[in-house]
């Protein structure tokens, strides 16, 4: 896979965390020049833009530390010059950021015909 041009993180998770906790994430977010949309019980974050030296997992790594556990997954697509993009999805378990990674399989390539003709 080619270096990654574009990265998009995309996540809402169920959480259940206590106000003191809500303005660490908020404060954590703020100084890495982040949005996050939260509350005590979920989080919903979006990034997309350059990562290079992949400094939002190191944010979702911080933010599971906070958080601990929660329901749900952010998911993180990469997309590079050959046209076929690459995923991440990462999950919080117990204070640790955990990341399942995915690719598209695509099948074989067929002629469609008649689909979609308007009727005469």
């Known amino acids: 896979m080619s270096k990654p041009e574009i990265i998009a993180y995309d996540g ?35 990034y997309t833009g350059r990562d290079a ?9 911080d933010l599971a530390s906070i958080v601990k556990d929660a329901d749900g997954e952010i998911t993180c697509t990469l ?23 995915g690719e598209i399989t695509r099948g074989t390539v067929e002629v469609v015909s008649g689909a979609g003709d308007s009727p005469s």
Do not use: M
Request: hydrophobic share 35%; with cysteine; glycine share 10%.
């Open 79 to 101: 997309h590079n010059d050959d046209g076929d993009p690459a995923f991440e999805f990462y999950r919080f378990r117990g204070g640790t950021l955990l990341r399942q990674s």
């Open 12 to 46: 809402y998770l169920s959480i259940d965390i206590d106000a003191r906790k809500v303005s660490e994430v908020e404060g954590r977010a703020k100084g890495q020049g982040l949005a996050v949309d939260v509350d005590c019980s979920s989080l919903e974050f979006q």
């Open 53 to 61: 030296n992949r400094w939002v997992v190191g944010f979702l790594r």
